[in-house]
T-cell receptor
Framework: SQQGEEDPQALSIQEGENATMNCSYK?????LQWYRQNSGRGLVHLIL?????REKHSGRLRVTLDTSKKSSSLLITASRAADTASYFC???????????FGKGTRLSVIA | GAGVSQTPSNKVTEKGKYVELRCDPI?????LYWYRQSLGQGPEFLIY????????DSGLPNDRFFAVRPEGSVSTLKIQRTERGDSAVYLC??????????FGSGTRLTVV
């Protein structure tokens, strides 16, 4: 089963613009993580935000978490063509449960 | 090793055959996860090992799927009597203290 729902499903922007992807989930969580996937193969962990955190930064990435709305957003600033990939949110729910992934957002950054 | 290694990277098999997919996690990572990803979808959980034992196998779709991790390191996902619907990318991940998973590059299984 998949808990997270990313929005939009696909996003196309020009290089230099900011990209914002949203994720909604259904149950209470311990943390929420964002992953990147190139060409449908291995995923790369980008950032983790805990349920008691509201915002986190890592380089050009900014993640927010609103537990009252059960939603998160990933902002990539000053996008580059190399940022073209699929981005997935994944939740670690309360208790010792494995990550549950959403369906992802396909980002295309056009040079 | 430096990363999670999955072999083979691609596997084509005939319907009804048996296949084994191998995952070599990062040395020292006690948790190991198998996921399956179909085209255009997110990874779907199959099974999770903590050490040698399967801590959660609730994602295995049916009894044709089985996984082992006999020495708490390498894991093998076994699929019997493969069906065309089993075609997908099978992803393995490992983690230390379950903070951020490190994924392998996956095995693309095609059942013809």
């Amino acid at each position: 089963s998949q808990q997270g729902e990313e929005d939009p499903q696909a996003l196309s922007i020009q290089e230099g613009e900011n990209a914002t992807m949203n994720c909604s989930y259904k149950t209470s969580i311990n943390n929420l993580q964002w992953y990147r996937q190139n060409s449908g193969r291995g995923l790369v962990h980008l950032i983790l935000i805990r349920s008691n955190e509201r915002e986190k930064h890592s380089g050009r990435l900014r993640v927010t978490l609103d537990t009252s709305k059960k939603s998160s957003s990933l902002l990539i600033t000053a996008s580059r063509a190399a940022d073209t990939a699929s981005y997935f949110c994944a939740t670690e729910n309360s208790g010792n449960t494995p990550l549950v992934f959403g369906k992802g957002t396909r980002l295309s950054v056009i040079a | 090793g430096a990363g999670v290694s999955q072999t083979p990277s691609n596997k084509v098999t005939e319907k009804g055959k048996y296949v084994e997919l191998r995952c070599d996690p990062i040395s020292g990572h006690t948790a190991l996860y198998w996921y399956r990803q179909s085209l255009g979808q997110g990874p779907e959980f199959l099974i999770y090992f903590q050490g040698t034992g399967a801590a959660d196998d609730s994602g295995l779709p049916n009894d044709r799927f089985f996984a082992v991790r006999p020495e708490g390191s390498v894991s093998t996902l076994k699929i019997q009597r493969t069906e065309r619907g089993d075609s997908a990318v099978y992803l393995c991940a490992s983690s230390l203290q379950r903070i951020g998973y490190t994924f392998g590059s996956g095995t693309r299984l095609t059942v013809v």
